[in-house]
Every structure is written in structure tokens, then in C-alpha cells.
């Protein structure tokens, strides 16, 4: 049982727990550090009036020290008025001013001779002998003490030397401190129920105003618990949740919190976003891929079977069988290297996408650039092919071999999408710390709607699976991640009768 407590006692509290407890705490502290404060300035005020008053009834017991008693009121007055009796004590307590339950002594050479105090109806009594031996033992004190007398209480004390007698006596007096500690007891449990008050009324007005000043907290919460509900680790996932405007202000804290989140769903959004089109992406390169490797697949198996039939039927050499039989193997080469050419593409990519370094040596895109373009007249003699070079070489660091693809792909892509007659021109230039290469025919152009997709893999301008001259559709796909692997960049802008290919690779390579 006390062990479940203890557990509960450790439990971590809520924000709202604690931000009342400290309030509640430190309006405790406040008050009790006001009444303390208020107590002891309280204390030294009634004393310090209680002390001029002392001072005054010392002095004026000195003065009437020694001097006759005052006759005595008529016989009439005291027989309509009770008047006290003379009893123990110094005669000066009967002097008019004296203040009921002053206590007074007459000490000669640290002794008593005489004492007394007042009663409550004004008579005169007697102390006891410890109160008188109290009272000598203060006959040296010229400022006003406090002290307990027995069977009196608590009285603050002075002496002074009597004023008109020559003996050496000292008259001690002292008030009672029972009005000021009444007083004091009295305001103290005054301030205790006012403290209780206020700590109630603001603890309950604690809880409204942290209630209300942490309910956007609360919603920002439940925003987010929403979010962890989503299945975002499967399909399109939208978030149709978000933390409310008002509670998204940069100017408060909770706002700022608020406003955090908001920037964290966006960020996830994005995240899911790109991961849907990586996953379409990747479903589309396995279908386009598949459908690519079927075709020249299909091919093979058709031209083989035809070939064993032929083969099979043929009695004598037939030479229209053996035609035919050449033609299918001819086939069979033309399509197994067309698929050959798709795989190394495929695994082209692979490894520029697992980010495997090339090489970084000395490159003459220059010289590049004319085998490139020779190259491309050969293979398409119908086009104009047209080369711009500066005077002196552009050198960059790279890997020959994968910059010529990038440029013999380019070269094919104008040739294999224009028609005869096109022309295509090459340029090459130094722009500060970039080497530009630039790739323009004149032919229809790009549609808008596909320049953003030029750059995918499999990316083409119609809806058929066919490929011209045995194109797989990676051509420029592998020109962009080779670029990229050399830390440059590749953009194109296409307009009817303007296409434009640009390639900026840096002179440096970075480290």
C-alpha cells in the first residue's frame, strides 16, 4: 500500500500540476514573507509606543518618589465613589496618570525595600518575592527591557534613579506586554484567514487563467495525436490535420509550438509526397522495364523457334530455308544486343545511383566533342550537324567514357527525335567556373507538359511501347545522373522550332 503511493508520489506531474503548485507556492511564500515583515513592524511599533509610555510613568514615579501622598478625596466623594485602600507598594503608584498593571519597585544597594503593582480596579497589591528579586536584578537598566515576571507575565522593565532623594534608591518600573502580544495575536490570525482566502481565490483563479492559456497546447496535442493515427507507412497518405491560425502566433510560446508543428506536417507532407512519387516511380521503371526486356525476349524465342522449324523441315539445302534461317539468327543477334544495350543501362544507372565515384581525370571536352559530332553524322548523314568550339581546350576532371555517353546521347536524342533535314549544333564554352555544353536543333520541339519528365527513366512522348532505331528510353535519364555525378547540372527549354540542351560541369571537383 505505501509503496503504491510512494509510486504515485514519483510519477511525473502535468505542466498544468505544476504551474499551479508553483504559483500556489509562491503566493504562500509572498504572504507568509508579508505577514512576517507586517509582524515585526507591528511588534516595534506597539513597543516603541509602550516604551514612551514607560518612559513617561518612570519619570513621573521618580518625581512623586519621596513626596507626600496627596490628602485623601472628602468623606462624600469616597462614600458615592469606592477609593482604594493604601496597600503594599511605592505611594507613587496612587498618583494620578498611572497606568493599571504597572508594576513599580524601590531598590536600594540591589535590594527591594518596596513593591507593588496595580490591580485591575486600581488597588495596589503585592508582588511576591521572586517578582521583587526580578525587579532588583533590573535596577541597572537605564533602556527598557522585557522580561517575565512570576505570576505576572511578560512586562517591558526601566530603571531610574529617584529624583529627589539622596539615599541611592532606583525606582524600576514596568508596563504590561499583554496588550501588545493580544494585538499581536490578534492581527496575526486576522492576516492567516485573509492569506487562506486569497490562496483559495487565487488558486481557483490560477486554475481558470492556466486552463485557458494551456488549452492551445491541448489542441496542438490532439493535433498531433491525429497524425500519429494516420497510417503513414503505407499508400498515399494525406494530412488533413493542422494546428488552428490563432494558435500558431509566433508571438507566444505555445504559438511558437504550435507554429513548429505546422512547419513539421508540411515537412512530413513533403516527405510523403516524394515517397509516393519515388514508389510510382519505381513501379513504373519495374513495369517499363519488364515490358522492355520482354519485347526483344519474345523476339528471341520467336526467331528460334522459327529457325529450329526451318531447320527441322529443311531436306537439301533448300537455300530460300537457309535464308530464312540467317534472317531469324540475324534477328536474334539484333534484339539479344538491343537487350544487352538495356541491361547495361539499367546497371549504369544502378551504380550511379548507389552513388559509386567515377573517375576524376583530365577530360578534353573538345576533343570530345568532335568524336562525339562525327560520330552522330555517320550515324544520321539525313541531319546538319554543326560544331562550335572556343580557340583554346576546355579541361575538366571526370570520367571520359560516361561524358562522352552524355554527349553521344544528347546527339542521339536530337537525331532520333527530328526529322531529316534538322539541323543540330554543338557548342562549347567556358562560363567563369563552369565548362557549358550546349546541344540545339531546330525541330518540333519538347510539349510542355513532358519537359518536367524528359529527364525519367523510360520518359517518352507518346503512349506506345515502341522504340525507334532501339532506343530503351534511358538515354537521357543516364545523361542526368551522370551530370549530377560530376556535380554539375543539365536543364533543357524547348519551344516549336528550339530545343536546348544545357550541361554545365565545374573545372573543380569538390572535396
Partial sequence: MCSSRLSDLRRPWSLRARLLLGQVIVLAVACIGIGVVTEVALHQYLVGQLDQELHKAAHRSAAFYGEPAPPPPPAWWRQRHPYPRPGPGPDFLDVPGQRVGMVAAVVHDGTTINAGHLTGNGARAALTDAAAQQLAARAADRVPVTRDLDGLGRYRLVATPARYDAT?????????????????????MIFGVVALIALAAATT???????????????????????????????????????????????????????????????????????????????????????????????????????????SSATG??????????????????????????????????????????????????????????????????????????DVPVTVPGDAARLHQVLTNLLANARIHTGPGTVVSTKLTADGPYAVLKVIDDGPGIPEQLQSEVFERFARGDTSRSRKE??????LAIVSAVVKAHRGTIGVRSAPGLTEFTVRLPFTVDA
Fill in 168 to 188: 541611592g534608591d532606583i525606582i524600576v518600573t514596568g508596563l504590561p506586554m499583554a496588550d501588545v502580544d493580544d494585538t499581536m495575536i490578534r492581527v496575526l
Fill in 205 to 311: 483563479a490560477a486554475i481558470v487563467v492556466i486552463r485557458r492559456a494551456l488549452a492551445p497546447l491541448a489542441r496542438v496535442a490532439q493535433t498531433a495525436g491525429v497524425v500519429v493515427d494516420l497510417p503513414l507507412d503505407r499508400g498515399e497518405v494525406a494530412l488533413p490535420v493542422r494546428v488552428p491560425e490563432p494558435d500558431a502566433n509566433p508571438s507566444t510560446e505555445v504559438g511558437r509550438l504550435g507554429l513548429a508543428v505546422n512547419r513539421m506536417l508540411d515537412h512530413i507532407a513533403a516527405a510523403l509526397s516524394t515517397r509516393q512519387a519515388s514508389e510510382t516511380r519505381v513501379r513504373q521503371f519495374v513495369a517499363d522495364a519488364s515490358h522492355e526486356l520482354r519485347t526483344p525476349l519474345t523476339a528471341i524465342r520467336g526467331y528460334t523457334e522459327l529457325a529450329q522449324r526451318v531447320q
Fill in 470 to 475: 532501339g532506343s530503351t528510353g534511358l538515354g
Fill in 317 to 390: 539445302g533448300d537455300s530460300e530455308d537457309a535464308e530464312a534461317v540467317a534472317h531469324a539468327l540475324s534477328r536474334v543477334r539484333s534484339e539479344t544486343e538491343r537487350m544487352t544495350q538495356l541491361v547495361e543501362d539499367l546497371l549504369l544507372l544502378a551504380r550511379l545511383d548507389s552513388g559509386r565515384p567515377l573517375e576524376h581525370e583530365p577530360v578534353d571536352l573538345s576533343h570530345l566533342a568532335v568524336d562525339a559530332v562525327s560520330d552522330a553524322h555517320v550515324a544520321g548523314p539525313d541531319h546538319e550537324w554543326r560544331l562550335d568550339l572556343p
